[in-house]
């Protein structure tokens, strides 16, 4: 039973064939008096307990800039950009115009700078400037609901917003 969502626990794993809501699916065989597989998920079990480090910070923030930000085009962009602004610093230095040359030689350089190593570093700082970013985190599943649990407090996510994701 291995299916793309499907997660994993030591005895159980969760689906969605269960009446249309994510139950948790023994894996061990059914009883002899044909009892059904689908049972009610254990309440406040926990799940997932985590802390996220800065190496995975900074990779996250690595995805969420090429893939997801508004800005995602002109950050995957940057070495083609990086590439223009270098051959129009060297037209420029060759046609005369030696001061628009250097400038733009140096912007080439900055945007090489933001795209390989920049970014990294404030998102490091990022991370360790802001604290809570490093707590542990506990998932916890409940009936109706998936809880988040930090040390400030606990937030709640519902089955149907993860269903309606989907």
Request: charged fraction near 20%; include cysteine; proline fraction near 2%.
């Amino acid at each position: 039973m291995s299916s793309f969502g499907t997660v994993f626990l030591p005895w159980f794993n969760l689906d969605q064939n269960c009446s249309g809501l994510a139950r948790a699916r023994s894996t061990r065989p059914i009883s002899a008096a044909g009892q059904s597989n689908c049972v009610a998920l254990y309440t406040s079990h926990v799940l997932v307990k985590y802390a996220l480090t800065s190496d995975e910070y900074v990779e996250a923030q690595g995805v969420y800039r090429t893939r997801v930000a508004r800005s995602r085009v002109f950050f995957r962009n940057l070495y083609g950009l990086t590439c223009l602004t270098v051959a129009l610093a060297v037209y420029s230095r060759f046609s005369g115009a030696r001061w628009w040359g250097d400038l733009l030689f140096l912007t080439a350089g900055l945007l090489l700078l933001e795209r390989t190593i920049l970014w990294r570093l404030r998102a490091s700082a990022k991370y360790r400037s802001i604290p809570s970013l490093g707590e542990t985190v506990e998932l916890k599943i409940e009936e109706s609901n998936i809880l988040r649990a930090v040390a400030a407090g606990s937030t709640e996510i519902r089955w149907a917003n993860i269903l309606a994701c989907r």
